[in-house]
């Protein structure tokens, strides 16, 4: 990685781990898929937020999952439903989105762009909406610029759809654990620079926005919240 590409994805990574949240609750938060070393991460924070900010003027928060089975290291929907309403998350808050070809396997790209393709649908009709994105801490910085790729490429410039980051709750980062489809094994800090690299590897080739305009997106953001 250049040094430029460096000090642009450390500003971008910090940006999204302290992300502030709008002052009025998010509508719905997406749940992005983690292997079973990591989904407590997911889980737990977004049961708490929505314990923390359910109920009242504006509504409960719906979580968001894909409806996959288990593989490619995801747990599937059924775990992840029932790891929910072990933590006292009602049924009615968890919404089951399709998942165009579950046999293709999961992976953060196609399970950014089933959450969009849902949320553009309710949009249509519900008007503009606030959104978190709940992934482990180290792979929260990709797993947001990948769903703002998808927004911003569909022509949907922000104010219909306005998504922050949510990172997961805190992991041990010294833990061995196994991530992305349950091919990539090390310490939770070695995927830190793992996801970095991806996030290079995935803007260079078009899969992701420069991080530039990923940053841009939250300045114009920011403005309207």
């Known amino acids: 990685m250049t040094d430029t590409f460096e000090s642009t994805l450390e500003a971008f990574t910090k940006r999204v781990l302290a992300d502030p949240l709008p002052p009025r609750p998010l509508n719905y938060l997406l749940l992005v898929g983690q292997t079973a070393d990591n989904e407590r991460s997911v889980l737990g924070r977004a049961a708490r937020y929505l314990h923390e900010h359910g109920g009242g003027e504006f509504g409960n928060p719906r979580l968001l999952i894909v409806d996959a089975p288990p593989g490619f290291g995801f747990p599937g929907f059924p775990r992840w439903e029932v790891g929910l309403r072990r933590r006292d998350v009602p049924p009615e808050n968890i919404v089951r989105i399709s998942y165009p070809d579950p046999a293709r396997g999961v992976n953060t790209n ?39 790729s998808v927004m911003l490429k569909s022509g949907v410039n922000g104010g ?5 980051a949510l990172p997961g709750d805190p992991l041990p ?42 940053m841009a997106y939250m300045d114009a953001r920011d403005a309207r919240n």
């Open 110 to 148: 196609t399970e950014m762009r089933a959450f969009f393709d849902y949320l553009r649908h309710v949009a249509a009709s519900s008007g503009a909406m606030r959104i978190g994105g709940v992934a482990a801490p180290f792979h929260e910085p990709r797993a947001f610029a990948n769903f703002v």
């Open 173 to 214: 980062l010294d833990e061995v654990v196994t991530h992305s489809q349950g091919t990539t094994r090390g310490t939770r800090a070695d995927l830190v620079r793992a996801e970095a690299e991806r996030i290079r590897v995935y803007a260079e080739i078009g899969d992701l926005l420069p991080i530039p305009e990923v």
């Open 160 to 164: 219909t759809l306005d998504v922050f």
